[in-house]
């Protein structure tokens, strides 16, 4: 994708989308607008998080599924009705931290070499 066919606005919703881990190619076309890409950028993260969501979810709850999300993190983990906010938070903080320790460890590994 030739990104100096996009104006400022399409790049930054393109990236926004793949910040969040959002199919892009979905609205990454010129014939969108930026404000059009927003719209489907905002449908597609709604459709994604709408599978860890129920009723009765508290928004503390809701935007720590979201920053797991965002994170990269395994979100299936915490995502229950069971955990208080402030329990997912600490969950959600442990996978990172976790998944940042992998990632240390493989690139060490990598440098390391045979």
């Known amino acids: 994708m030739e990104m100096n066919d996009f ?9 926004k989308g793949q910040i969040l881990g959002l199919d892009i190619t979905i609205y990454a ?8 890409m927003r719209t489907i950028r905002n449908n597609l993260w709604n459709k994604k ?9 508290c928004i503390e709850q809701k935007r720590e599924i979201e920053f797991g999300l965002i994170q990269g993190v395994d979100v299936s983990v915490y995502a229950s009705p ?3 906010a402030v329990e997912m938070e600490t969950l959600r903080r442990h996978l990172v931290k976790e998944t940042s320790n992998e990632r240390c ?7 390391k070499g045979p």
């Open 29 to 36: 076309h010129k014939k969108y607008d930026a404000c059009k």
């Open 82 to 84: 069971e955990y208080t």
């Open 49 to 57: 998080i709408q599978m860890y969501i129920w009723d009765g979810i």
């Open 7 to 15: 104006s400022q606005a399409q790049i930054i919703e393109i990236r």
């Open 105 to 111: 460890e493989t690139t060490r590994a990598i440098n």
